[in-house]
């Protein structure tokens, strides 16, 4: 059995037949309620269950509150209370010398820079105080022989000879000391400028020679394409 018109409660034929909010309607009835323009499923705008244009849609208006002495004392109490509890949070953490800050993964990238370099730094202070101890215990000897014959007078020249040389010659023998590690060779996957005397810099892609492992952060070795040779961190790198 065809529905009823909505509009006109005639009887709507399928061909004719328009279904939307919730009713039935002839293609020429469904227009605005209030300029009567005839609508489609396109332009129309429902408003409880009645169809309007766009210029005729009912609009809500917001009623203005009056300032009544409850009004005012319920405002004035939120007003308090918000105070108290900003208060109370800030003597929480009043002290603490830090905000909150979301665990982010930018944040935590961040964070693992920066304890990298803390790291780098750490390692690099112990190999140089290493460094040291074994610089002034290999010197150490040569100044304790004091024999006067003539077979020994040979060794106190040759000690003199050697601290005739500019004083970075010795740091740099003693940086080149470590041996060649059987030919380890390592590729850098990242541009790196050295920071200090004793460190080189590499680009992208470079191949690093005669490598020695220092520890766990650190190596020792030459840049093949620049002939450089000196520290390097070991994450910049992989080995081939």
Known sequence: MNPLCSR???????TEKVNCLDKYWHKGCFSCEVCK???????YKGFEKRPYCNAHYPKSS???????????????????????????????????????????PEMQRIKKT?????????TKIKYHEEFEKKKIGGEGPQHLPSNPSAG????PAATQNYHYDPAPEPVR?????????????YRAVYDYSA??????????GDVIVDVQQIDEGWMYGRVERTGQQGMLPANYVEAI
């Open 8 to 14: 006109c409660n005639l009887v709507v034929y399928p």
């Open 173 to 185: 023998q003693a940086a080149a000391a470590p041996p060649p590690s059987a030919g380890k060779r």
């Open 152 to 155: 020994g007078y040979q060794q």
């Open 195 to 204: 920071a200090d005397e004793d460190e080189v810099s590499f680009m992208d």
């Open 37 to 43: 323009m005839t609508l489609n499923m396109k332009n």
């Open 114 to 122: 920066q304890d990298q370099i803390s790291n780098v730094s750490v």
């Open 62 to 104: 917001f009623t203005c509150v009056t300032d009544t002495p409850e009004n005012l004392r319920l405002k004035q109490q939120s007003k308090i209370q918000s105070q108290v509890l900003y208060r109370e949070d800030f003597e929480k953490n009043k002290g603490k010398g830090f905000s909150v800050v979301a665990d982010t």
